[in-house]
């Protein structure tokens, strides 16, 4: 999907929410807007969830288990509201940084 397509459908409004947050995330990504670990974060992980039920009015009405891949590890997650949750250390660990300490230049996370 190339960002024209991406603006096409935020323009026309053919993305949910949820869907429309995500896009908003991918175009940050590839224009570069996401630096240090956000960057990082974002482009390993992979959100895999059913759709959630939703009401008549568009409202979401359940909250659903779900898993994240990061890399080529799997998380748990919770899908609530259409956002997808993930404890942090989940995520930390399942990108596996290398932390690395030297007196000149102290403390170092490598992701």
């Known amino acids: 999907m190339t960002e024209q397509d991406i603006?096409?459908?935020l323009k026309n409004g053919q993305a949910n929410e949820?869907?429309?947050?995500?896009l908003l995330q991918?175009?940050?990504?590839?224009?570069?807007?996401?630096?240090?670990?956000?960057?990082s974060v974002a482009?390993?992980?992979?959100?895999?969830?059913?759709?959630?039920?939703k009401a008549e009015d568009g409202i979401d009405t359940d909250t659903r288990d779900t898993t994240v891949n990061v890399g080529d590890k799997t998380v748990a997650g919770k899908l609530i509201g259409g956002?997808?949750?993930v404890p942090?250390?989940?995520?930390v660990e399942a990108l596996r940084p290398t932390v690395a300490w030297t007196a000149e230049e102290?403390?170092?996370?490598?992701?």
């Open 43 to 53: 482009e390993g992980i992979v959100a895999c969830a059913k759709p959630a039920d």
């Open 26 to 39: 991918e175009l940050e990504v590839r224009r570069g807007q996401l630096y240090g670990i956000g960057r």
């Open 83 to 85: 956002t997808t949750y």
């Open 18 to 22: 949820s869907a429309t947050q995500h």
């Open 88 to 91: 942090l250390r989940d995520i």
């Open 106 to 111: 102290g403390a170092r996370v490598t992701l």
């Open 7 to 9: 603006i096409q459908l």
